[in-house]
């Protein structure tokens, strides 16, 4: 078998999670977080670090469960669960912090990029779930 050289390319391109959507949607999120944050960081140490390691666990868990896209569904699509769970906690403690008066406009922007990637991620675990279709192979009739 010959061995491949630096310069042969293989037949199929490699998809890393940052090559995902809803990896790079995510890493989006946690930058909006991160600053949003920033302005009340020192006056609610807790409430920021809540908030910023629930956004960073969501792209976590997506990268996570990529290594098994291929292997095993059934522990893919519960780690695509737990970054669901990391929104919702996200989402209960933007509106915390929104009725602190801490978040202005950026919780209703938040809220939204919370949605949206909520029902990327429902989308992604139905299509996990569902039963894989048996090929049919089609034959020419005479």
Known sequence: MPKADA???????YVG????????AGMDLCKDVYQATEGFVD??????????????????SIA?????????????????REARKNLTKLEIQTILAKNLGLLNGE???????????TKMTNSLIR?????????VEMTETE
């Open 43 to 60: 006056t609610t140490p807790s409430l920021a670090a809540d908030m910023r390691s629930s956004v960073v666990n969501y792209p976590a």
């Open 127 to 135: 299509a996990i779930n569902q039963p894989k279709q048996p090929k």
């Open 64 to 80: 996570q469960s990529h290594g098994y896209r291929l292997h095993n569904s059934r522990e893919y699509a519960h780690l695509l």
């Open 17 to 24: 999670f940052e090559d995902l959507k809803i990896w790079q």
């Open 7 to 13: 310069t042969s390319t293989p037949s199929k391109k």
């Open 107 to 117: 919780a209703d922007q938040l809220t939204k990029s919370i949605h949206g990637l």
